[in-house]
């Protein structure tokens, strides 16, 4: 079982830069492969990000290509998102996944998810 807590949201103008945390508990999150997905106003989940166990592989959405960087500390059990260059159309919750697969899973089918950080980007 692993347990996942986001944070680092808020409100950012457009421009700006933002960091998100993902903290995670359980004795196998070194064998995870973690990812990002957003859910914005009146949308549907979407996804943003992935890392595999040990970092070596990263995936991201064609809309935060060169713009969001996804990384983790295994010895921390924490993944991140490091997101530049705001945009208002990147508001919305962003929930941090854990997939039992040490790669991130091709079907975007996650075990495990947070509560979501809330991200509101402003123009």
């Known amino acids: 079982q692993v347990q996942l807590v986001e944070s680092g949201g808020g409100l950012v103008q457009a421009g700006d830069s933002l960091r998100l945390s993902c903290a995670a508990s359980g004795p196998t999150f070194g064998s995870y492969a973690m990812g990002w997905f957003r859910q914005a106003p009146g949308k549907e989940r979407e996804f943003v990000a992935a890392i595999s166990w040990r970092g070596g592989v990263t995936r991201y959405a064609d809309f935060v290509k060169g713009r969001f960087t996804i990384s983790r500390n295994n010895a921390k059990t924490t993944v991140f998102l490091q997101m530049s260059s705001l945009k208002p159309e990147d508001t919305g919750v962003y929930y941090c996944?854990?997939?039992?697969?040490?790669?991130?899973?091709?079907?975007?089918?996650?075990?495990?998810w947070g509560q979501g950080t809330q991200v509101t980007v402003s123009s």
């Open positions: 996944t854990a997939s039992s697969g040490r790669k991130p899973p091709a079907n975007y089918e996650y075990d495990y």
